[in-house]
């Protein structure tokens, strides 16, 4: 890394700092268990993938997103023959999710501690607002970061944003996170620098190809302790 | 106006920049003549209110959170008889909101182009991230703002999360918006200036009684085009 020229250091949230997408497999196969009379597991599965997808414009991301989606799945699979008691089971699912307790990943709380004292570190999330602040308030994090930006995308567009209110040049800015598409891709077409440590639950919509992922402009890391070799 | 103190001034955006309340009260009386069936008007109405209420700490601001809201009160007004058509309409009224076409307040733009020339401006609100980006994006106003600052909430507690991320002393912010509640009381507390111009249409939940009313703390005009002659 070009550590001289690191002005700030965004962290992603959502499976970079604390468990996020294993909650959204949770809930979805819940709503599939409950659609299973009307259709087959997999087939609510690919229904409610669709919708999300169809939805992503309007709802953006985030629980309350999901849960919409989620009800919207349950019409579309049961041809609106699903009844309210299930409905509301649904909308219970979708509130345990914002309700959850807050995981934090191993190694988070030392790193962060550690590259506070040399670095201004932000959050640099996409999802709702509420949750997100939410989730940093109770994770015992938010004294490590200067502030949070939460994104409504994570495209070249949203980071050009950030960067311009952050008021740095693109080099002095390090974005850290578990998402090629949303975390490094477009920070690294900015000419940023960028950490990619992977997470073992991945949502389909932010897979990509391997012919996409651009070689050499990237550091890939097994866990975030290892921050404090590389920064 | 103290106004060689100001470096900047928020603007409230709903209600204060562009039409949003209406939009509101107008699907919740579409919810209201839904469950018709099942209860009297006004009943749907109260109901409505108070499962927003409960609903705020879990869900926040914003259409989509407003839709779940929706959706739980015609679950719980039919007793879990609604049928599946019937929560489509209302999944329906939600995206219809969200994609409402975003009417401008008059006076607003012209009030923005010289405001801008000489200070730094920024719309500092609550509500759904992607819903305020989009709408500010549609408005033909992103030039005037700085930036946007969506927050969870407009409690004293964001408001000093405010300052202390824009790095300005309380007496150097103006805040001007609709809401007593949100946009006039607390930036007072603070030390803030704050202008306070009145909305047709007020949420309950948003309204104030006269005894809370700081006196002589804020300046009360009728629309946004007296500024120029305050400011």
């Given at each position: ?24 497999r ?32 309007i ?5 309350k997103a ?10 579309k ?116 620098q ?21 070689v ?16």
């Amino acid at each position: 890394m070009k550590n001289k020229n690191i002005k700030i250091i965004g962290f992603d949230a959502d499976d970079t700092l604390w468990v996020n997408e294993p909650y959204y497999r949770n809930t979805e196969k819940k709503l599939c268990q409950i659609l299973e009379k009307f259709t087959p597991l997999e087939n609510s599965k690919k229904l409610l993938y669709e919708i999300e997808i169809k939805n992503l414009p309007i709802y953006g991301y985030g629980t309350k997103a999901f849960t919409l989606s989620l009800i919207e799945t349950a019409l579309k699979a049961s041809n609106n023959q699903i009844n309210g008691i299930d409905i509301e089971k649904i909308v219970t699912l979708g509130k345990n999710q914002i309700l959850q307790e807050n995981e934090i990943l191993p190694g988070v709380k030392e790193t962060l501690e550690q590259l506070s004292k040399k670095h201004v570190l932000i959050v640099a999330t996409k999802g709702d607002l509420l949750d997100q602040e939410r989730k940093l308030l109770n994770s015992g994090l938010l004294d490590y970061f200067h502030h949070i930006e939460v994104m409504s995308d994570k495209k070249v567009s949203n980071y050009n944003r950030l960067l311009k209110h952050l008021d740095i040049k693109p080099d002095q800015f390090l974005m850290i996170g578990n998402s090629l598409k949303s975390d490094i891709l477009p920070v690294v077409e900015l000419g940023c620098q960028a950490i990619y440590i992977p997470f073992h639950t991945t949502w389909e919509y932010e897979k990509v190809s391997d012919k996409d992922l651009p070689v050499g402009k990237y550091v890939e890391i097994k866990n975030i302790s290892e921050l404090l070799k590389l920064i």
